[in-house]
Every structure is written in C-alpha cells, then in structure tokens.
C-alpha cells in the first residue's frame, strides 16, 4: 500500500509540470515569435519483486514479478512549426517565411555582449539608426549592428534580408539557421541560446517587411490538455485517499487484534 502511494504521488508531480508548461503556454499564446512547449512522460525502470523468508515457501527466496515505482517527466521540447504571419504595415516589423532566426546582441549587466537567436521580429530604430528589439537589443548583419539613416524617408527589406534606405543598400540582415535545434536553449520566452555542440548553417527563408510571426500555440488544444490534466491529477488524489484509508483500517485492525 506504501508503494501505491508514492506511485499516486509521482503521477501527480507530473501532471503538475505538464500543467505548469501548458499555462506557460497559454500565458504565451500571443507572444510574437512564441513557440509551444510540450513534455514527455515516462515511467521509472521496472524492479523485480522477492518474497523472502516466507514459511510456505520452506523459507526460500522467490521471485514474484515485477513492479513499477511510477512515471517521471522525460523530456521537454519545441514545437517549431510556423506560426501564421499577422500583417502590421510597420516599417521595421519583420516576419522569417522559412526556417531560421533572426541574430540578436544582448548586453548584460556587466556589459558583455552575448548573440543570442528569435523568431520575434518586433522591431523599431533607435534615435541614432540602430534597428533594436523591444528590449533595446540590436539586430544583427553583416555588417554588425544593423544600422540605417536617420534621415531616410523609405527604408525597404527585401526578401533576402538586403536594406535599402532612399534607394541606396545599407546593409543585410543577418539570418541563422542550426542544423540540429536540440542545442539551442530557452533565454527568457522567445529567445534562444547556442549551446555546446550547435552547428549553424545559411537560412534559406525570407523576410517579409511589415509581419510578425505570431505564436503557434493553440489554445483549444492547450485548454483541452489542461483538462484532462486536471482529471488525471484528481485521479491521484483519489488514489492516495483511498490508500490512506486501507492503511488506517490495517492499522485500526492491527490495534484491535
């Protein structure tokens, strides 16, 4: 009965980070660039059962089957379908049609610049031309940080990433693709860093001016999940009830005899 209860217990720790990547999910569901996390369950190793020193078994050891201790979390992981493009007429809002990220520097505290990758593509200028994020972090090209005239009164993105201010070419943005997206890593909610082992490659998408890739979360199926989680979670509670109440007659049985 003990062992029921632990296998009740780490059912619901589960269910609970399930449920805590999909409210994640639906906090997210319209975050430009967002892309849904899902999770994996699995179950621990199975262990072999021994009855031992048992009289009818003249006091032998013997194997009586196997058992299994409960489910685990196994992996958690990116869903990197494309979002659907919303249309905003803003100059410096860009959407990636195709597979790849947009480069991006950020700047800690400390001053260090790391590149980090996104699919958010809100984007505005800077007083001094610098084309930044919502945070202030500037987009990348070949050039470095992406930089056009302040004094431009037609700024055009090509499909290749190529800009033109006043007719004139000033840079190209910067577009990465990895060939393995099992090395990169969350940063915050739409951001990714390059871990240890990441290999990059040319993008071939394009950019259109003027979109922003809206988050592929579906929010009828995450509430659809959600609830059968809850159910699932409720199970568990009921099953640890109902263990502590054998536990407490075999006790109360115990106590009588």
Not at 156 to 174: R, S
Not at 211 to 236: H, K, L, P
Request: charged share 25%.
């Amino acid at each position: 009965m003990v062992r029921g209860l632990y296998t009740a217990y780490t059912g619901m720790v589960n269910e609970q980070k399930r449920l805590d990547i999909i409210s994640n999910n639906l906090a997210n569901s319209a975050t430009v660039g967002y892309k849904e996390e899902n999770v994996t369950s699995r179950s621990f190793k199975d262990l072999m059962m021994t009855k031992i020193k048992d009289g009818s078994e003249a006091y032998l050891d013997r194997e009586i089957g196997v058992s299994n201790p409960g489910v685990k979390i196994g992996e958690t992981y990116m869903n990197w379908d494309q979002g659907s493009l919303r249309e905003t007429d803003n100059t410096y809002d860009m959407a990636i049609q195709g597979d790849g990220f947009f480069a991006i520097k950020v700047v800690d505290a400390n001053g260090d610049s790391t590149i980090k990758y996104t699919r958010n593509g809100q984007f505005s200028i800077t007083s001094d031309g610098y084309i930044v994020d919502v945070d202030g972090n500037k987009l990348q090209g070949a050039n470095g940080d992406v930089q056009v005239p302040v004094d431009a009164t037609d700024i055009a993105i090509k499909l290749n990433g190529a800009i033109y201010a006043d007719g004139v070419q000033v840079d190209t943005i910067t577009l990465t693709d990895f060939d393995d997206y099992n090395y990169l890593e969350l940063y915050g909610d739409n951001m990714y860093t390059a871990v240890d082992g990441a290999t990059t490659k040319s993008s071939a998408a394009t950019i259109l001016q003027g979109f922003t890739e809206q988050s592929n979360v579906n929010v009828i199926d995450e509430m659809v999940s959600m609830i059968t989680i809850t159910r699932a979670y409720e199970a568990g509670q009921k099953m640890i009830k109902t263990q502590d109440d054998l536990l407490n007659q075999a006790v109360s049985s115990v106590g009588k005899v």
